[in-house]
Structure formats: structure tokens, C-alpha cells
């Protein structure tokens, strides 16, 4: 069995890796990933079924907090990327500290762009880049109802209110 934290690496040596796969399409998402759930699942495995290898790239702790708010994320960036890495949809995980992961896309240059089906694809970070080098970008199937900040909702209803 692999060792999910070999799929786990900073730029530098995600670059190197996906170097090795230079006859593959490389697809890259990205997002907080706070609490995994359904949604995620099935967006992941989509992305993975429109490429041969797929990064994914988790805003850090910081990051999030900037985005979600302070009491933000619930689980930590380690434990999240170490979740992501366990998937078999996903072969490698990094992480980036900027708001968007704009910088990232424009390092990694992937062939294939990916969000969820609610972002639409001229709103999706780096897809100027990807789409400048010959690239494509997806929109793809978003769960109705089913969001990390939706199920941090209904545990406060169980238990605050």
C-alpha cells in the first residue's frame, strides 16, 4: 500500500513529480476542503475521470481563516491534505497560503482546470492561464445542499440551539 504522505508535496517537489508524467493530463482543483463530504467525493472523482493525474490544493489554515472567518477551518491543514491524499481519486496534495491559488496554477501549469459547478468558468482563478497555454477549464457537477458550511449549520441547530 502507498504511503499517502508521498503524495503530499510543496511546489518545488509537486513540479518534479508531475514532470515524471509529462505524456499525462495533469488536472488541478482546489478549495478548503474543511470537512469532507459527499459533494466533495463526487467532485473529486468527476475532476479525476476528466484527467490522468490530479492535483489538489488546499487553502492553509490561514488562508481559510481569511475566507471562512476565524472560527475557521475546523480541521487542520495536515489533516486535511492527509484525508485528500487517501482518495483514490487523488494522486497529490499541496497547499497554498494566498487567497486563491492563482500563483500555484501559473507555477504547475496544468492541462486541465477544475472547479465545482458553481463557480462559472469565467470566474475560476488561473483559468486566463491555463486556457493562454493551450489548456481547458471545467465547471463540473455541483451537489445541491451539501456544503461544509451547511453541515457545520445543522450541528449547531443539534447542539446550540
Not at 468527476?46 to 476565524?70: H, P, Y
Not at 486566463?128 to 477549464?137: M, N, S, T, W, Y
Request: net charge neutral; glycine share 8%.
Amino acid at each position: 500500500m502507498q504511503n499517502n504522505y508521498n503524495r503530499i508535496l510543496h511546489h518545488e517537489k509537486l513540479k518534479t513529480a508531475l514532470s515524471s508524467h509529462s505524456d499525462k493530463k495533469v488536472g488541478f482543483t482546489n478549495g478548503c476542503f474543511d470537512i469532507i463530504h459527499a459533494g466533495h467525493l463526487k467532485y473529486l472523482n468527476e475532476a479525476k475521470s476528466l484527467c490522468n493525474i490530479l492535483v489538489v490544493a488546499v487553502n492553509s489554515d490561514e488562508s481559510v481563516k481569511r475566507l471562512k472567518g476565524g472560527k475557521r477551518p475546523i480541521v487542520t491543514l495536515g489533516e486535511r491534505m492527509e484525508v485528500l491524499a487517501g482518495l483514490r481519486s487523488v494522486d497529490y496534495v499541496t497547499w497554498f497560503n494566498e487567497d486563491t491559488p492563482y500563483n500555484l496554477i501559473k507555477f504547475l501549469k496544468p492541462d486541465i482546470l477544475m472547479k465545482g459547478g458553481d463557480w462559472p468558468i469565467n470566474k475560476i482563478i488561473g483559468s486566463d492561464i491555463v486556457l493562454e497555454a493551450g489548456g481547458v477549464v471545467e465547471s463540473l457537477s455541483y451537489k445541491e445542499n451539501v456544503s461544509t458550511t451547511d453541515i457545520i449549520e445543522k450541528i449547531i441547530d443539534l447542539f446550540c440551539k
